[in-house]
């Protein structure tokens, strides 16, 4: 069963996948509208209106998501940083470990 922790580092990759996810989309929809630049017609005024304010908002509210993501992961590594400090040993013990996980598997290749 994974621990708080790790489910917090999965939540974190989702949002990061996400936004990046998000960025394609927004960019494809700003070629969309550069593709369209030379049409007319009130239907095709209107539509590109409703897109470039649904993207102006959806900028927005990336550069928010953005921020919180990176805001936590300051948090993450301080917290990391304290904890290394105030238990070297045990820090040393569990990157030792993990690295010879790793070997051992990078081995079997």
């Known amino acids: 069963m994974a621990n708080a922790e790790q489910i917090e ?3 974190q990759v989702s949002k990061e996948k996400l936004v990046e996810d998000f960025k394609v ?3 494809d929809a700003e ?27 959806a900028r927005r509210r990336l550069a928010i998501v953005q ?9 993450a590594a301080r917290v990391t940083d304290e ?4 238990h070297p040993w045990q ?6 470990a ?4 790793v070997g ?6």
């Open 91 to 96: 820090s040393i013990g569990v990157s030792a």
């Open 67 to 75: 921020a919180g993501i990176v805001e936590k992961s300051k948090q």
């Open 31 to 57: 070629e969309l509208l550069r593709a369209t630049a030379s049409q007319t017609g009130e239907k095709v005024v209107a539509a590109r209106q409703r897109i470039e304010e649904s993207l102006g908002e």
């Open 83 to 86: 904890y290394v400090h105030d």
């Open 98 to 101: 993990i690295g010879f996980l």
């Open 104 to 109: 051992l598997l990078a081995g079997r290749r």
């Open 9 to 11: 580092q999965m939540e």
């Open 25 to 27: 989309v927004v960019a």
